[in-house]
């Protein structure tokens, strides 16, 4: 009995070691009339630099991001290879030609009426009003998606 129960513990404590933290997984989503489904992880990050100014079809890209969230800012100060002082200062230099706002909802709704937009939400935030975006063939919550 002592070998089962050490077995379960094992396993249970295996299993929280190994399930992905859910805190900060996040989705980047553009306008339901975009028809991009794909990004590399280098084009993304491109386009978050502001290298890159237009969706294929011609649109423009229109970056939302959240005034305050940690989660996300690691994410991109990872994304683009950015110490956390380069990154505040990449925003501050670029802050007339980002939307910045406060909430997932408030990303959406920038996401919804632009049709050129792209913005990062966590997952429990995506609904049907806007197109989640694959990056490197992945989804989010499947493991690279974005870096963590």
């Not at 129960?5 to 094992?10: D, F, K, N």
């Not at 989705?27 to 009339?33: F, M």
């Not at 229109?62 to 940690?70: G, I, M, P």
Request: charged share 20%.
């Amino acid at each position: 009995m002592s070998k089962i129960r050490s077995a379960i513990y094992v396993l249970a404590f295996l299993s929280a070691c190994l399930t992905p933290c859910f805190a900060h997984h996040t989705a980047v989503v553009v306008n339901k009339d975009n028809t991009v489904e794909n990004v590399s992880s280098a084009h993304l990050a491109r386009i978050i630099r502001g290298e890159v100014k237009k969706w294929p079809d011609g649109k423009n890209i229109v970056l939302v991001l959240h005034k305050d969230s940690a989660g996300e800012t690691e994410t991109l100060q990872r994304l683009n290879k950015m110490s956390a002082a380069e990154w505040k200062s990449f925003l501050t230099a670029r802050k007339d030609s980002i939307v910045f706002v406060d909430t997932d909802a408030d990303v959406l709704k920038a996401v919804q009426s632009e049709p050129g937009a792209v913005g990062l939400i966590e997952v429990h935030s995506i609904d049907n009003s806007i197109n989640v975006v694959h990056v490197d063939g992945k989804l989010p919550m499947e493991f690279g998606y974005l870096p963590h």
